[in-house]
């Protein structure tokens, strides 16, 4: 076994993300926008540290609705700067309302933030950087990839001699089905 898998198995924190929702196929716009703020807020920092800190985000971005989170002002970014359970970055913060305000943009236009992803499957993992960066912020190279792999849209979620590859698999993630 391999990287994650072996980092997280039956790990208090990373063990119960490994095990049910690490590479499992999303199509709830509030889990994704969960995912992608997490995989942002992680850039400089250890995904155990994100996952420590998990409730208090879900908690400061009002459940991850991205509607809410799109409407959030001066106030909002005063409040977050000031909430030491989350991770405190003007980017990172700036990046969460504003790509909370592109979220509801794509419901518009393709009736949910999972419908927007689908639309554009399949793409190579370059093709979705240059994609994710033209439509979001604060989303390079990495933050993409972690995420995308995170929601079953990318393969490398699970070594292949982990348990959770097959019970993955299982549920064909869009990966596995290219098209």
Known sequence: MSGYCRVAI????????????????????????ERLILE???????????????EAFRKAYSGFDPAKVARYDDKDRVRLMADAGIIRNRLKIGA?????????DLRKSH?????????????????????????????GG???????????????????????YRKTLKLKPAWKTRG
């Open 142 to 164: 990495e933050i993409v990839g972690e995420f995308l792999m995170s929601i079953g849209y990318l393969p490398g979620a699970h070594a292949e001699d982990c348990p959770i």
């Open 96 to 104: 969460a309302i504003h790509n909370a305000q592109v979220v509801l």
């Open 111 to 139: 009736g949910s933030f999972a419908a927007w992803i689908a639309a554009q499957h399949p793409l190579t993992k370059e093709a979705w950087v240059k994609l994710f960066r033209k439509t979001f912020r604060f989303t």
């Open 10 to 33: 039956g790990h208090p924190v990373h063990g119960p993300y490994h095990d049910d929702e690490h590479g499992f196929p999303v199509d709830d716009d509030r889990v994704l926008f």
């Open 40 to 54: 942002i807020n992680q850039a400089g920092l250890s995904w155990l540290t994100v996952l420590q800190k998990r």
